[in-house]
């Protein structure tokens, strides 16, 4: 008997809305109740608070929600200081007091990590500072309209591709917000804005950055109105098309100098957003990897030397080691230019065989580690092999955190200490250091 196809009945979702119980939040920074013993993930929502939701999906083993009224308050709830923050997909925990945000932070290292790679020890001190204008960095979204003729200026909406208009940004550094209402005057002035692509604006050491990234040549006009901008500003002006690199079209290159080391980097270049969080956090990194003169030290995913050149002033050698060619000369170049002499950077893909790599064949005293979100899962199978006593793990993401350290455990290591950096005011991205020590 033949049969026929019939597809599955797509299940409806209750809209009603349904009065719930907050019971915790979630490492993403979401409110978690529960329906029938099925848990709801709702944006914006904190534990204790009754609410008022609408669902949005319904999933066999989790459902999502709308936030449709909070009928009972938490005490930490608080008024959000940005106008943009009910749209704009920045800064999500702003109806948290800071306070509440940092020791919830915590609570979510201390649980990922006990959940999925049962550590439990007591947690170092947050290792923060101030929690607005400390964005040295921003990259705004920039669509011209041709119809309102008007040009949409700021950041990607939550959960779309929409583009929120922004005049202020609370968390920005100050020079860099300044520039805002100047630039949006400044690009609908132009003869074909439409041509534009993304902005990134950076507050070095030695000055303010813009990297202009176009989606088409621009006409001689336009670039010389940019350029006259950049000029009577004294701001340094990149502009990149969409293959190629940066071209610097007036000023210098940035530096900064968290530690006081001059660190020169590229405008496309990853350095870390908060100069404030990121100097105390080169420091802890230093203390607990108690160096000595006679060290040798691996540095993975160095970049352009971040954490490697302070530790090769007090090390006997140092070796770092980053993905991107580009950033391993820049780390070469920044050793020469603060005459340190002890420091050897190599390109690698730290996810593939180390096999026949001359510099993983020798042996370190030290190690630190500062992966991306995806972590470490590629080359922290070989720790052990470098025979380090000490390593110092800095992570973005501590669900890839906890998994790389259930490796270290395997290989002989313990937790010592783990502690929470507020690298991120406002927002539920969450920065943390473990030091591990070989048994």
């Known amino acids: 008997m033949a049969r026929f196809f019939q597809p599955k009945k797509q299940s409806t979702i209750n809209k009603k809305h349904q009065l719930v119980q907050v019971a ?5 920074g979401e409110g978690i109740a529960y329906l029938e013993g099925k848990p709801v993930f709702i944006e914006g929502a904190l534990p204790t608070e009754q609410v008022l939701i609408q669902l949005t999906e319904n999933k066999s083993k989790y459902a999502r929600a709308k936030l449709i009224q909070v009928k009972q308050e938490s005490a930490e709830r608080t008024k959000p200081f940005c106008p943009h923050y009910h749209r704009c997909g920045g800064c999500n925990l702003q109806h948290l007091s800071h306070r509440e945000q940092v020791r919830y932070k915590q609570e979510s290292l201390s649980q990922l990590l006990n959940k999925f790679a049962g550590l439990s020890v007591p947690l170092s ?51 860099l917000e300044s520039l805002i209402p100047q630039l949006r005057a400044l690009f609908e002035s132009m003869s074909q804005p439409e041509k534009l692509g993304h902005l990134e604006l950076i507050a070095a050491d030695n000055g303010t950055v813009m990297l202009l990234r176009t989606i088409g040549p621009l006409t001689d006009s336009d670039q010389a109105d940019i350029v006259t901008f950049a000029q009577q500003r004294h701001v340094s002006l990149y502009m990149m098309a969409e293959a190629g690199n940066p071209r610097l079209l007036n000023g210098h290159e940035p530096v900064y100098r968290d530690t006081g080391i001059e660190i020169s980097f590229q405008p496309h270049h990853f350095i870390q957003i908060n100069r404030h969080i990121n100097q105390k956090m080169v420091h802890q990194a230093l203390a607990w ?40 000369v820049q ?89 929470m950096l507020d690298m991120f005011p406002h927002t539920s991205h969450l920065e943390s250091m473990a030091l591990f020590i070989k048994m």
């Open 24 to 28: 915790r939040m979630d490492h993403h």
């Open 125 to 175: 001190p947050v290792v923060s500072d101030v929690d607005l204008g400390y964005r040295r960095r921003a990259r705004f979204s920039l669509k011209w309209d041709s119809q309102s003729k008007r040009l949409a200026f700021g950041f990607r909406q939550k959960n779309s591709n929409h583009i929120v208009d922004i005049e202020h940004c609370a968390v920005l550094a100050p020079t």
């Open 289 to 328: 990897l108690a160096l000595s003169e006679e060290d040798r030290v691996l540095d993975l995913f160095c970049g352009v030397g971040n954490f490697s050149l302070p530790i090769a002033q007090q090390v006997k050698s140092l070796v770092g080691v980053e993905g991107i060619e580009e950033m391993v």
């Open 331 to 419: 780390a070469r170049n920044n050793a020469a230019l603060n005459q340190i002499v002890n420091a050897a950077f190599y390109q690698a893909n730290l996810e593939k065989t180390l096999i026949d790599v001359e510099w993983a064949q020798a042996k370190f005293d030290k190690v630190l580690l500062d992966p991306a979100r995806a972590g470490a899962k590629g080359v922290i199978e070989l720790l052990s092999d470098f025979g380090a006593q000490r390593v110092v793990y800095v992570s973005c993401d501590p669900a890839t955190l906890a998994r790389d350290s259930q490796q270290l455990l395997q290989q002989g290591y313990q937790l010592e200490k783990v502690g």
